[in-house]
């Protein structure tokens, strides 16, 4: 890059959610957490509400929660 050019933005993947919903979805959180469960609502904030949700390990699932709120700004990822 040469020296004073302008950086160029980061992209941002964007992501149709709704596409997603009541799908089941995994969620990735920022904390390392992953949930996998049915996407049934989300705002333009990216808060996401998932229902009969799995919260998931590398042994395997760890709890399993009727409903889980994440909030937008903890999501790291979406995957179906």
Known sequence: M???????PEKETQVDL?????????????DGRRF?????QYDAHMNLVLEEVEELQQEGPAAKHKLVLIKGGNVSSISV
């Open 2 to 8: 040469e020296k004073g050019a302008p950086a160029e």
């Open 18 to 30: 709704e596409k997603l919903l009541n799908a089941i979805v995994v969620v990735s959180a920022k």
């Open 36 to 40: 996998r469960g049915k996407l049934t």
